[in-house]
């Protein structure tokens, strides 16, 4: 979000951030120069607030801000945006970027928003399913910044960074890490490819973010499943878009995937691209043009697809080009901007008289 509000630093709009006053988010937006109004999510021993407290904090510096209309810019803050709408009397409009079951409260308060925008087709029809008013739902695909995420030249830093040869094949997965991303079938594919690819290294690059014991023992045995020696844990870096054009395969083996941002990522850097054709994926990759689309939570199938690539550095090349392309065509951060700002355009103009 804070890279489409960038693309729109030249209109005539201002904005001002509702968010935790320290971390990652207030330093990006204290950074930009915009305007930051602490919300309070957790009292003063650390514990999160009740509903009720939340949503009378909101409407307190929602009403500080002074603002024409208020984004919520996640499923759950819209929940929260969404319940307090009547009170405010100003549009409220709020962003899905989740496909996940919703209880009927849920969806109740999110259709209290003006308008909802869901980040793929498939993650709108799988809310409209649910219960999510159609007419007040739109999709506006996420953009990517094609000046940061473009093709290079690779160097071979990160070979010399992982201590290997510059010839060495690496894979790379990016993500959250957790079983909804499949760095599980990853593993099990690496294991399945044939004697051949024998050197070919493999890099995971994120962090788990879930507190659930399941996704803490999944994310302690993955080291143990992938081939031995050939596995890398890089963590959360800050360099991705100079990571991409050192790899030569991203793999994305979710088992679930909205709209997946290391998806647009890889793609505007001119990747060779293996994903699962889940959720929203096939709205920006075309499998045999753009990328190689698998079925989820099938190791052979992926291994198999993995190996052609890897065997097939023509191709590599073949689809990286078309997936740059893709991109430049339809999902540029401008693009999205654009879409988003006359959501919010129309949302303001309904108020004047």
Not at 122 to 128: M, N, P, S, Y
Not at 312 to 327: F, K, V
Request: contains cysteine; neutral net charge.
């Amino acid at each position: 979000m804070l890279a489409v509000l960038d693309a729109l630093r030249t209109e005539a709009t201002d904005f001002v951030m509702l968010a935790p006053a320290e971390g990652p988010l207030a330093a990006a937006i204290l950074k930009r120069g915009w305007e930051l109004i602490p919300l309070r999510l957790r009292d003063a021993t650390g514990q999160r607030l009740t509903r009720d407290a939340v949503m009378a904090h909101l409407l307190e510096v929602i009403a500080q801000s002074r603002a024409d209309l208020v984004h919520a810019n996640s499923l759950a803050m819209g929940r929260l945006t969404g319940a307090i709408a009547a009170q405010l009397k100003i549009p409220c409009t709020a962003h899905i970027r989740d496909i996940l079951r919703l209880s009927r409260a849920a969806i109740t308060d999110l259709n209290r928003n003006s308008q909802i925008v869901a980040v793929s087709q498939a993650t709108r029809t799988f809310h409209v399913r649910q219960g999510l008013v159609e007419e007040r739902s739109q999709v506006i695909h996420n953009g990517i910044d094609t000046d940061a995420f473009q093709p290079r030249a690779a160097s071979g830093w990160l070979h010399q960074e992982l201590g290997l040869p510059p010839r060495t094949l690496l894979v790379a997965t990016i993500g959250q890490i957790g079983l909804r991303k499949g760095q599980d079938v990853l593993a099990a594919a690496a294991r399945a490819l044939p004697s051949e690819f024998a050197d070919v290294h493999y890099l995971l690059i994120g962090e788990r973010n879930s507190s659930k014991q399941e996704n803490i023992d999944f994310d302690e045995s993955l080291a143990g499943q992938f081939p031995a020696g050939r596995f890398h844990r890089l963590d959360v870096r800050d360099d991705v878009p100079q990571l991409l054009t050192e790899i030569d395969l991203l793999v994305h083996p979710a088992r679930q995937e909205p709209f997946g941002r290391v998806l647009l990522e890889a793609a505007a850097c001119g990747r060779a691209i293996v994903a699962t054709d889940v959720g929203g994926t096939a709205e920006m990759l075309t499998h045999g043009e753009s990328a190689l689309l698998v079925p989820a939570d099938d190791a052979t199938a992926l291994a198999a697809t993995m190996g052609e690539l890897l065997g097939n550095e023509a191709l590599r090349h073949q689809l990286g080009a078309a997936a740059r392309a893709r991109i430049e065509a339809d999902f540029t951060i401008d693009r999205a901007a654009t879409q988003l700002r006359d959501v919010w355009m129309k949302q303001t103009s309904r108020r004047k008289p």
